[in-house]
């Protein structure tokens, strides 16, 4: 404790060898700020005083006449020091309480909320719902954050576990009731931007976070395999028509360059007005006459190598059906003429038509 008072000095009672005792001691109590654990008893108005009670935390404090006010906080283990007002009474305090209904008790106690008190304080769960604040037992009061220009309720994920958190004390706030105001961001949300804590390997590859984000190096690990779904590399038309790449997936327009995909196939009524029933890069088929069809590509095959396959059947009444034999008469690209035959070669309009054609 470096803490000293003379009093009043009687030069013709105080010799020489005392007076200087006297003042070396009032020195080294100018010079450590009247450091001690209790406040000066020879206090006046701007004395200023380094409370060292709550050692290594220091407060350096002014008396203003009336009360001592704390100006800032040293922490001495740390070389550390901060601005500090009423509200503020410790560096990130640790708060307690549930997830939604926090306290917090500073290393120095707050006796009543006023306006602008500042406090900094660190969450130790996720709030699920709207969050209230009881500051050395003083009494709840809502955590709200600014929306549009307004202090709104908190929402689940506004507040994160082991992020830390400043608030203003606004009495005006949470329609005049008062409330602790964030300084911080809000949370982002799926309708609102803002603060949104990463993901790590194991949450990502979890999919069951709806709060946190994925970075590029959480991506790696989302990679899809035979056993995990994931997130998978899209094939190029030409690597799926080489079917041999294990790594990556074909998509909706990359399909049909598989050697073993029908590129185009057609179900369609051959008897009297054709009619498809349902197809695949069929654009339309053109009747030439009985048995006889050019069926028109959506897609042009890349060369004229490709097979046509099918079958037909016509309903020849109780309950007979004549069979449709396929044949290829002229491939392009873009059309296939093809021709039907009963199994006596006479030509016939099939009212069952089934054609597929394979090919690159």
Known sequence: ????????????????????????????????????????????????????????????KIYDGTSWITMFAVDSSTDRAWPINPGEKERFPLAGGTANALTLTPAVAMTAYADMDVLTFEAASSNSAAVTMNVSNIGAKAIRKMAAGADVALVAGDILDGVRYTANYDTAANAGAGAWVLVNEPSATLTSPGVVELATDAEA?????????????????????TTLAGLVELATAAEVATGTDTARAPSVSTMGSHQGMAKAWVNFNGDGTVAIRDSFNVTSITDNGVGDYTINFTTAFANANYVMVGSGRDDAGAGAYNLGLLQQITLTTTTANIRTRAVNNTALDCDTFHVAGFGD
């Open 205 to 225: 590859i979890a999919k069951a976070d709806a709060v946190r984000a994925l970075t590029p190096s959480n991506l790696a690990a989302l990679g899809a395999s």
């Open 1 to 60: 404790m470096s803490q000293s008072d003379f009093g009043t000095i009687n030069p013709t009672a105080k010799s020489g060898s005392a007076l200087a005792t006297d003042l070396m001691a009032f020195r080294d109590a100018l010079h450590s700020s009247h450091k001690g654990p209790t406040a000066p008893s020879y206090v006046v108005t701007g004395l200023v005083w380094l409370d060292d009670a709550l050692d290594p935390l220091w407060l350096y």
